[in-house]
């Protein structure tokens, strides 16, 4: 499966991964080197320390990497009166009356903490290309389901603050 990545999406990851080859990595290797030289290698916590963030940070380079090549380009673009990616979306749930906001963005930058839902989430894919007014149906999965009705879409700026989930 590929995941379904934004132009911006993309652009920080390569942002993120040319940080990490010119500052992390050069960082992380004179601390492998300078622990090294602390002696006998088997004893020497900061060393295995050391080799432990250079690997972290190599791993993290590859995944981003993996993740560009093998990505779905997705438009961010959505007309003016539909929810779309990076719309910022005013719900009303039909059972208990009760009213939450959400972010529609891509999976990896969601984060439920945030209220920044996946557009692959079964609230995220109700909600892409309804308006103001429409009624969702959210299946959850085969006998569970329930109903939001969309009270305002707020066409959502995005201003590059929200990070890329590290997995």
């Known amino acids: 499966m590929h995941d379904e990545l934004t132009p911006s999406d993309?652009?920080?990851m390569?942002?993120?991964?040319?940080?990490?080859?010119?500052v992390v990595r050069p960082k992380a290797l004179e601390d492998v080197k300078e622990a090294r030289a602390h002696g006998d290698l088997s004893e020497n916590f900061e060393y295995h320390a050391a080799k432990k963030v250079k690997n972290q940070n190599e791993?993290?380079?590859?995944?981003?990497?993996?993740?560009?090549?093998?990505?779905?380009v997705i438009s961010e673009d959505s007309a003016e009166d539909e929810v779309g990616i990076n719309n910022t979306?005013?719900?009303?749930f039909a059972d208990d009356q009760t009213v939450e906001t959400y972010r529609i963005v891509t999976t990896v930058r969601g984060n439920s903490l945030e209220n920044m839902i996946s557009n692959e989430s079964?609230?995220?894919?109700?909600l892409l290309g309804k308006k103001e007014g429409d009624t969702a149906h959210v299946q959850v999965n085969?006998?569970?389901?329930y109903d939001v009705r969309i009270l305002k879409i707020e066409n959502t700026v995005d201003d590059g603050s929200d990070k890329i989930r590290s997995f």
């Open 10 to 12: 993309i652009k920080k």
């Open 59 to 72: 791993s993290r380079i590859r995944y981003l990497e993996r993740m560009i090549k093998t990505a779905r």
């Open 14 to 22: 390569e942002e993120e991964i040319e940080y990490r080859k010119l």
């Open 142 to 145: 085969e006998t569970v389901g």
């Open 89 to 92: 979306v005013t719900v009303e």
């Open 122 to 126: 079964p609230l995220g894919k109700a």
